[in-house]
């Protein structure tokens, strides 16, 4: 119910954001850019990590490497992230300390547009998702679909994207299955000043197995040249879980971003 409550009051912001891009656009134009530019190439560094020691050891490793290249019609995207934790634990039978893997994920999206006018694309999305404790420890995605700009202001971004296409997933206990999945995901970028920008992702893949929704809410703060800080709040709900598992799962990070 928190879940839902949460994304209808994204939605909400999303809207009124529209009349308020408005009020940040300069030019008052509210004239739309091209969504596809030149030739340009953008890569960005995230590394986060946690360690705690005293009563309670445990070692955290987040991390993000993204690559956004464009070329004529056509834009690049790749990402690869990862979360890794180990903590200490008292082995109940020989009352020595043992160090056990508590968290491993990793997660590699690939997609490409193609531009068919100044705010519209066609897309093809690929995503990979390795979860070695989750509910499903892998899934992979497959789309083909639409793309388009919905606000081009000069501080406020809002782009929106519908695809169907397949989902292959495997449980934990090794089954596989697959079935039709419909996409739909969506990025929000406000730019608050020259040193600080606020973006806010969605995503929400649907299936006879399993309807999948992701929020992230991120702040980004520049701190010298072209290093970083940013602070987030992620959360990922999974409608078909087992009782002894959470249908919401959170997270919340600090990371240096670092673009090259």
């Given at each position: 119910?928190?879940?839902?409550?949460?994304?209808a009051?994204l939605?909400?912001?999303?809207?009124a954001?529209?009349?308020?891009a408005?009020?940040?656009?300069?030019?008052d134009s509210?004239?739309?850019?091209?969504?596809?530019?030149?030739?340009?190439?953008?890569?960005?560094?995230?590394?986060?990590a946690l360690?705690?020691?005293?009563n309670?050891?445990?070692t955290?490793?987040?991390?993000?490497?993204?690559l956004d290249y464009e070329?004529?019609?056509?834009?690049?995207?790749?990402?690869?992230?990862?979360?890794y934790?180990?903590?200490?634990q008292?082995?109940?039978?020989t009352?020595?300390?043992k160090?056990?893997?508590?968290?491993e994920?990793?997660?590699?999206?690939a997609?490409?547009?193609?531009?068919?006018?100044?705010t519209k694309?066609?897309l093809?999305?690929?995503g990979n998702e390795?979860?070695?404790?989750?509910?499903?420890?892998?899934?992979?995605?497959?789309?083909?679909?639409y793309?388009?700009?919905?606000?081009?202001?000069?501080?406020?971004?809002?782009?929106?994207?519908?695809?169907?296409?397949f989902?292959?997933?495997?449980?934990e206990d090794g089954?596989?299955?697959?079935?039709?999945v419909l996409r739909?995901?969506?990025?929000?970028?406000?730019?608050?000043?020259?040193?600080?920008?606020?973006?806010q992702?969605?995503t929400i893949?649907?299936?006879?197995?399993?309807?999948?929704?992701?929020?992230e809410?991120?702040?980004?703060?520049?701190?010298?040249g072209?290093m970083?800080?940013k602070?987030?709040?992620k959360a990922?709900?999974?409608?078909?879980?087992?009782?002894t598992?959470?249908?919401i799962n959170?997270?919340?990070s600090?990371t240096?971003?670092?673009?090259?």
């Amino acid at each position: 119910m928190k879940f839902v409550t949460f994304f209808a009051a994204l939605i909400f912001l999303l809207n009124a954001s529209t009349v308020s891009a408005r009020l940040y656009d300069e030019s008052d134009s509210f004239e739309l850019e091209p969504l596809i530019t030149d030739s340009t190439l953008d890569i960005s560094a995230e590394l986060g990590a946690l360690f705690t020691t005293g009563n309670a050891e445990s070692t955290s490793i987040l991390s993000k490497l993204a690559l956004d290249y464009e070329m004529n019609n056509w834009r690049h995207k790749y990402s690869f992230e990862s979360l890794y934790k180990q903590d200490a634990q008292i082995d109940s039978e020989t009352n020595t300390s043992k160090t056990v893997t508590s968290a491993e994920k990793y997660k590699l999206n690939a997609e490409a547009y193609y531009k068919i006018t100044e705010t519209k694309s066609a897309l093809v999305f690929w995503g990979n998702e390795f979860d070695r404790f989750g509910q499903y420890t892998s899934i992979s995605t497959l789309v083909l679909g639409y793309n388009f700009r919905a606000i081009d202001g000069s501080l406020i971004k809002l782009d929106l994207n519908v695809a169907p296409g397949f989902t292959f997933i495997e449980s934990e206990d090794g089954s596989t299955q697959s079935a039709p999945v419909l996409r739909g995901s969506g990025v929000y970028k406000w730019t608050i000043n020259s040193n600080t920008r606020f973006t806010q992702t969605f995503t929400i893949e649907t299936s006879e197995i399993n309807t999948r929704a992701i929020i992230e809410s991120s702040i980004t703060a520049k701190l010298h040249g072209s290093m970083q800080m940013k602070v987030s709040y992620k959360a990922t709900s999974d409608d078909d879980v087992d009782d002894t598992l959470a249908h919401i799962n959170t997270q919340t990070s600090v990371t240096l971003v670092v673009n090259f």
